[in-house]
C-alpha cells in the first residue's frame, strides 16, 4: 500500500478510496503526497454526510437549531453525520435496537473531541423522530454485513421509516437516504417515493458538494508536489 501510495501521487491530483477497513485510508495518507477522500469506510462516510449538511442547508441555510433523527445502526453513515451535526450545530439523535449503538471506539472520541455536545442515542424510533426536520435511514445491512442480513432484518423491522413514522416527525419533515434503498425493508415505498422525499436531491447534491471539495483540494497543487518522490 505504501508503495501504491507513492506511485498513484504522481499520476493523479486525488485519490477517493471506497474501502472496508479505515486503517488502509490512513496507511494512505501516510505515504501519498496527494490528497485521500474518504469515499466510505467501515468506519465513517464523510463525502454524504457534508452533503447531507448541504442538502439540510436548504431547508435552513444557517442550520443551527435544526433536528436530525437517524433510524437505523450506528454505523459509518450515523457516525459521519454525528460528527457533521456536532461541527454545525444540528441536533442529531440515533435510533437503534438495542445493541446496534455507536462502536465503543467512536463514542469515546466523539466525547473527546465534542465536549459538551450529547452523542444521543434511543430506542424508541417514534420518539427519536419526535419533532425533526429531517428523518434519515439507511441500510439495516451495510456492506460487508451481508452474512448479518436475514438476523438484521427481522431485529430492525420496528425500524422501518413508514408514513406513521414520518408523521411523528415535523409536519414540514424531509425524508432522507443516503442510497441505494431497499424499499420495504428500512424504508417504506409510499416514503421513499412520496412527497416528503427529498433523496433524489440529496444525491444531486453528493456531486455538487464533491465537485466543491475536489475543486478545494486540488486547486494549489503544483507540479514539484506531483513529483515529489
Ligand atoms: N452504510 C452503508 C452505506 C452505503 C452508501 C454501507 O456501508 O453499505
Redesign the pocket.
Known amino acids: 500500500m505504501a508503495d501504491f501510495a507513492r506511485v498513484v501521487s504522481q499520476y493523479v491530483d486525488a485519490l477517493a478510496v471506497r474501502t472496508f477497513a479505515h486503517s488502509l485510508l490512513e496507511e494512505l495518507v501516510e505515504y501519498a503526497s496527494i490528497p485521500i477522500i474518504n469515499a466510505?469506510s467501515d468506519d465513517a462516510?464523510p463525502c454524504?454526510a457534508m452533503a447531507d449538511m448541504l442538502t439540510l442547508a436548504e431547508l435552513k441555510p444557517d442550520l443551527a437549531g435544526l433536528k436530525l433523527a437517524f433510524i437505523g445502526d450506528g454505523?459509518?453513515?450515523a457516525m459521519s453525520l454525528a460528527e457533521a451535526a456536532a461541527l454545525l450545530g444540528v441536533e442529531f439523535v440515533l435510533a437503534c435496537p438495542e445493541g446496534y449503538e455507536y462502536p465503543e471506539p467512536f463514542a469515546r472520541a466523539f466525547a473527546a473531541r465534542f465536549p459538551g455536545v450529547e452523542l444521543a442515542v434511543a430506542h424508541d424510533p417514534r420518539a427519536a423522530a419526535d419533532g425533526a426536520d429531517a428523518v434519515y435511514t439507511?441500510?439495516w445491512a451495510?456492506?460487508g454485513q451481508e452474512h448479518e442480513a436475514d438476523s438484521r432484518r427481522e431485529i430492525f423491522a420496528p425500524f422501518q421509516v413508514d408514513e406513521e413514522l414520518m408523521d411523528a416527525a415535523r409536519p414540514d419533515a424531509v425524508f432522507l437516504h443516503?442510497?441505494p434503498a431497499h424499499r420495504g425493508e428500512e424504508v417504506a415505498s409510499g416514503v421513499l417515493d412520496g412527497p416528503r422525499s427529498r433523496v433524489f436531491r440529496q444525491a444531486a447534491n453528493r456531486m455538487y458538494f464533491q465537485m466543491a471539495l475536489l475543486e478545494s483540494l486540488v486547486q494549489d497543487r503544483s507540479a514539484e508536489d506531483r513529483l515529489r518522490f
Open positions: 466510505l462516510h454524504q454505523n459509518n453513515v439507511d441500510v451495510s456492506m443516503c442510497l
